[in-house]
Nanobody, 128 residues
């Protein structure tokens, strides 16, 4: 498994933007897809975005059109650009990675991101 470290969270006003980063400890360019999910205390975790090793992406309806997930394979980093942020986006955001053979199912059911085997400690996003 790779180790992942999220960064870039913070406090922002409604309508503002943040870019989260997910730095992997090893090479993830060809072997991993990477997803983002979020959690609010007392609520279920929500998968929000996924990027495949080929750059294909998928989004939850709640963020589609506002969030963009991308990857820089040379830096072993995945980004989540979040625009037009809303109070409901307030959460602890996590990235998670999985080896490619297991990614196809996640593109069909985004919730499978929550079962990915490599993850980080999260970064807090607060929108007010």
């Amino acid at each position: 498994h790779v180790q992942l470290v999220e960064s870039g969270g913070g406090s922002v006003q409604v309508g503002g933007s943040l870019r989260l980063s997910c730095q992997a400890s090893g090479e993830i360019s060809r072997d991993y897809c990477v997803g983002w999910y979020r959690q609010v205390p007392g609520k279920a975790r929500e998968a929000v975005a996924l990027v495949g090793d080929d750059g294909a992406t998928k989004y939850a309806a709640s963020v589609n059109g506002r969030f963009i997930v991308s990857r820089d394979n040379a830096k072993n980093t995945v980004y989540l650009q979040m625009d037009n942020l809303k109070p409901d986006d307030t959460a602890l955001y996590y990235c998670a990675a999985e080896r490619t053979p297991h990614c196809k199912a996640a593109f069909q059911g985004l919730g499978l991101i929550l079962a990915f085997t490599s993850g980080g400690q999260g970064t807090q996003v607060t929108v007010s």
